[in-house]
């Protein structure tokens, strides 16, 4: 059984940074796509970023490009979100997930991922 654990989320002021990191067990890390979604008070969770298995491509919703960073340590089984030039718009708790099939490109759809962490929370005060 494939658990994804998320931690370095925390409360942070506007402009400044935060590091998530996902820690993944169970199955070969390597092989997945890895994705990073959100979701805060009253809105539907929503796409922040994906990786492919390799690390090689990765993508990014509009809202974050330029100011986020994804990234994956495949020998640590961890991929992580750095965050930078926070905005309090950002507030929100982040899940990251897995893609369900291995090999395969994934982006912003939550269906074509099939593992998802707890959730850590991000608070942006203004």
């Known amino acids: 059984q494939v658990q994804l654990v998320e931690s370095g989320g925390g409360l942070v002021q506007a402009g400044g940074s935060l590091r998530l990191s996902c820690a993944a067990s169970?199955?070969?890390?390597?092989?997945?796509?890895m994705g990073w979604f959100r979701q805060a008070p009253g809105k539907e969770r929503e796409f922040v970023a994906a990786i492919t298995w390799g690390g090689t491509n990765t993508y990014y919703a509009d809202s974050v490009k330029g100011r986020f960073i994804i990234s994956r340590d495949n020998a640590r089984n961890t991929v992580y979100l750095q965050m930078n030039s926070l905005k309090p718009e950002d507030t929100a708790v982040y899940y990251c997930a897995q893609a369900s099939a291995a090999r395969t490109v994934v982006y912003g759809r939550a269906s074509d991922y099939g593992r998802w962490g707890q959730g850590t929370q991000v608070t942006v005060s203004s």
């Open positions: 169970g199955r070969t890390f390597s092989s997945y796509a």
